[in-house]
């Protein structure tokens, strides 16, 4: 088993330009999660979403959109990059069936704005 | 909302020394979760131990062991026999507990960077 798996693990972007990272875990999880880490802060919570074709907000959405279409894959799109977006973006997937719920992270993607 | 503190943003010992990494939540829910990762070079988030908030007796895992003082709302890990391997940033979560299809999101602190010197 791969885990969670997260593509690319960097990217370097221009003010308003777009970009979509992808999540893939092979876990079978139901919930999945998109966090961003900015120096001197705990993980924020983006969206996450808790099956095939739901999403919803978490703490800082504004700037971001994300689908999921396959419950194995969640997408996270910047459709105007921002240098306020510069961050390491951590995807996570957790299972409904643990009372628990311990979220499994990717190795991160870090992203700079330029 | 519930908020997670960690106090100590850098802390370093010597290898072998026993170190404690103090953490302080706010939250007035009775049923919950808490947690400790670490996070080293690499940037993968490692779950260390969690405990439940029910449960009286502290979690331990190994080296690592907790003190849980739900009244003071307090959650400090201590690792001891500390190795280099252990040299990471540390964070403490709170989780709410599992209630019908919520949101399961961890709210979490600040980090503490931990440097274990040979």
């Known amino acids: 088993n791969a885990g969670v798996t997260q593509t690319p693990k960097f990217r370097v972007l221009k003010t308003g330009q777009s970009m979509t990272l992808l999540c893939a875990q092979d876990?079978?999880?139901?919930?999945m999660y998109w966090y961003r880490q900015d120096p001197g802060m705990g993980l924020r919570l983006i969206h996450y979403s808790v099956g095939e074709g739901t999403t919803a907000k978490g703490e800082v959405p504004d700037g971001y959109n994300v689908s999921r279409l396959k419950k194995q894959n969640f997408l996270l799109g910047l459709e105007s990059a921002a240098p306020s977006q510069t961050s390491v973006y951590f995807c996570a997937s957790s299972s409904w069936w643990q009372s628990y719920n311990e979220q499994f992270f990717g190795p991160g993607t870090r992203l700079t704005v330029l | 909302a519930q908020t997670v503190t960690q106090s100590q943003p850098e802390m370093s010992v010597q290898e072998a020394e026993t170190v404690t990494l103090s953490c302080t939540y706010d939250?007035?829910?009775?049923?919950?979760?808490l947690f400790w990762y670490k996070q080293p070079p690499s940037r993968q988030m490692i779950l260390v131990i969690r405990?439940?908030?029910?449960k009286q007796q502290n979690a331990t895992e190994n080296r690592f062991s907790v003190n849980f003082q739900k009244a003071a709302k307090s959650f400090s890990l201590k690792i001891s026999d500390s190795q280099l391997g252990d040299t990471a940033m540390y964070f403490c979560?709170?989780?709410?507990?599992?209630?019908?299809?919520?949101?399961?999101?961890?709210?979490w602190g600040a980090g503490t960077k931990l440097i274990i010197k040979p």
């Open positions: 939250t007035s829910e009775n049923n919950y979760y």
């Open positions: 405990q439940e908030a029910y």
């Open positions: 876990m079978n999880h139901e919930y």
């Open positions: 979560a709170f989780m709410k507990h599992k209630d019908g299809d919520s949101n399961y999101q961890l709210i």
